[in-house]
Structure formats: structure tokens, C-alpha cells
């Protein structure tokens, strides 16, 4: 089932028209969210991290949109699916049909989706630098638009080379995210991860890794520019994304890496998603 601006349809019976400006220009941002025994995890920061992201693309807010509202509407989508026990929901906001560039309104339509969870934490996880296109810094690369070209063509490059994903990089080569998540690196005592000023989504797991590290006295945490090079002189490399959590890299060119931290965090996270919300 589909929820299209609260009305539940079959996904068959979803006609999104040849003027849909998401299709059209990518004039569209959606939020990734689990969905856990009907619970929505890390909801409040998923919810403001989209007003946030309408005000600076200038869409309209529907007075109706509140924190409640959209809670229920993503619960009764999920429930109408039959996939409230562990799901993925994408919910999709773009601005309304016309215009070419210039919209001819700031109006909004949804979309609420459901589908079952298959990734899961890999034992063997292997990255390397995806080098042809460059992701752009800038606060607007920080927003979950449509346009997500260079995620494509990097999952592209990676399924090509045996790869699991691909360190994406900037206009000055330095590191911004991979292609599914957030990207942390940890020297000594010390975990880097890509400053926004570098480009990277504003991840609520990366948020929450934050707060979990920054909490830590035995751990000095760096949001900062990263060279790839960096990344293969570490200790160890984890990347974060709201579906999988935590997933430790274990190979990166021909360095592999120990996993320990990561698997800590990750288990930190967990605990921190039963006592969210």
C-alpha cells in the first residue's frame, strides 16, 4: 500500500502524472525511516531534519503537518501493509504539478511507502573511493533531495568492482559520505567524520553517533575535512545510515581494519533506539 496525501491506494493504483516536478527537475526531498514493532524510530529528529529541509527549498508546510499528523499517517501505512514488525518507510514530499523551473506553486503533495527490511549488518564490508563524479559541498548537498545521481552512479561503479559501497568525495577531494550513509574514521583516540560544510547528509544516525561518542572521555571527536588518504591509515572505519545503524568496514583498498569500536557503537545505538521517542 501507498499513502498519497493520506489516501491509502494499492501501489498499482498510484498514477503519478508526466508533470510530477520530483520526476520532472528532482523538486523533491524524502526522509529514510524505521519502523520497528509499530514504532518509529527516531521520529522527532526525522521529522524536524524534513521542516527544516521544506523551509530551505522553500516548499509550503501545510498547517496540517504536525509532528502527530505525519506520526499517524506513517503508522497507518504501515499497518495497512502488514509490515509493522521491522519496515522501511520512505516518505516522499515534492512540490505540486506545473511550472518548468520556476514552480507555479510552493504547495506540497506525499507520498508515504512501505517495504520489508533486507539489509542487515555484513561481516565483510569492502570500500573504495568512487573518483569520476564529485559530490559538491555546500549546505544544500546537507538535504535529502531526489537528485541522487552521484550515489547512483558510485552504486553503480561498486557493484562493477565487488564493492559494498564507495567513498564519495568533493570539488577539493575531500571525503563527504559513501554511497548508503555517513562515514567515521577512528586513529587512536581520536574519530573524524566529514564536517556538513564538506557536503555530507545531515544523517540522524550520524547525529546520534554524535552525541553517543561526544558523551565518551576516552574519545576525542572531529567533525573536519578527511583526505581519503586518511582513511587508510586508520584504525577503523564504520559508516551510518537509519536502516542498518552501524555497519563496520573491514577492507578499504588492500588495508583491513579491526571492528571492535564499531561493533561497541553499534550496540550503543541499539540501546539508544529502545529508549528513543
Known sequence: MVNYNGKLLARENLNISLENRGFKYGDS????IKIQHNKIIFW????????????MLRMKIPLKFTLEFLEREIIKTV???NLNALSRVRLNVYRKDGGFYTPRT????????VSAIESAVKERYNIDVFKDFYNFSGLLSTVKTNNRMVNTLA??????????SCVLVNERKGVVEVTNGNIFILKGDTIKTPSLEEGCIKGIV????????????????????????????????????AIVGVQPVTNYKKKTFSI???????QSLKILEVTAN
Open 29 to 32: 526531498i524524502f526522509e529514510t
Open 44 to 55: 522527532e529528529d526525522h521529522y524536524f531534519r524534513l521542516m527544516s529541509s521544506m523551509r
Open 79 to 81: 499497518n495497512a501493509s
Open 106 to 113: 510552493n504547495d506540497i503533495d506525499y507520498t508515504i511507502e
Open 155 to 164: 552504486s553503480i561503479y561498486a557493484k562493477e568492482n565487488d564493492l559494498d
Open 206 to 241: 550520524r547525529k546520534k553517533i554524535i552525541e553517543i561518542i561526544s558523551k565518551n572521555k576516552d574519545y576525542t571527536l572531529e567533525e573536519t575535512s578527511i583526505s581519503p588518504f586518511e582513511i587508510q591509515k586508520a584504525d577503523e572505519v564504520f559508516i551510518t545510515n
Open 260 to 266: 571492535d569500536f564499531g561493533n561497541k557503537i553499534s
